[in-house]
């Protein structure tokens, strides 16, 4: 999986690469399911608190379980790559080829020169 700041450690979008593969197995989100459902169904609370109202925990659940079920939709490798958030989904058996293929590519095209300075993280 790949989630939030992990997936900038893994050389995410944010890094510019010339190539983003995924596996069909592979999780990609802005967090995990289970933290967002935490987070979204605390806003929603204190939401609720400011008008005086409360959520029963009937409907805080189904409100965590339905967020969980679209983190774990939308992360899902085949949605993922139908968004055009990476490059292509490859058979795991294939990786060193793609790979390959993949540097070869990189090496042959020219390097433009970085539009910022030394990154530190």
């Given at each position: 999986?790949?989630?939030?700041?992990?997936?900038?450690?893994m050389a995410g979008r944010a890094y510019d690469?010339?190539?983003?593969?995924?596996?069909?197995?592979?999780?990609?989100?802005?967090?995990?399911?289970?933290?967002?459902?935490?987070?979204?169904?605390?806003?929603?609370?204190?939401?609720?608190?400011?008008?005086?109202?409360?959520?029963?925990?009937?409907?805080?659940?189904?409100?965590?379980?339905?967020?969980?079920?679209?983190?774990?939709?939308?992360?899902?490798?085949?949605?993922?790559?139908?968004?055009?958030?990476?490059?292509?989904?490859?058979?795991?058996?294939?990786?060193?080829?793609?790979?390959?293929?993949?540097?070869?590519?990189?090496?042959?095209?020219?390097?433009?020169?970085?539009?910022?300075?030394?990154?530190?993280?």
């Amino acid at each position: 999986g790949s989630f939030g700041a992990g997936n900038y450690a893994m050389a995410g979008r944010a890094y510019d690469p010339r190539f983003i593969f995924t596996w069909p197995n592979s999780q990609i989100s802005v967090m995990g399911g289970e933290q967002a459902a935490k987070t979204l169904l605390q806003i929603r609370m204190k939401s609720f608190q400011r008008k005086g109202e409360s959520l029963s925990e009937v409907d805080q659940l189904a409100f965590r379980q339905k967020i969980e079920a679209e983190y774990l939709e939308q992360g899902n490798a085949y949605y993922a790559t139908s968004e055009l958030w990476d490059d292509g989904v490859i058979d795991p058996l294939d990786t060193r080829n793609v790979l390959g293929m993949a540097i070869s590519a990189s090496l042959n095209a020219p390097f433009e020169k970085a539009g910022y300075g030394v990154m530190r993280i």
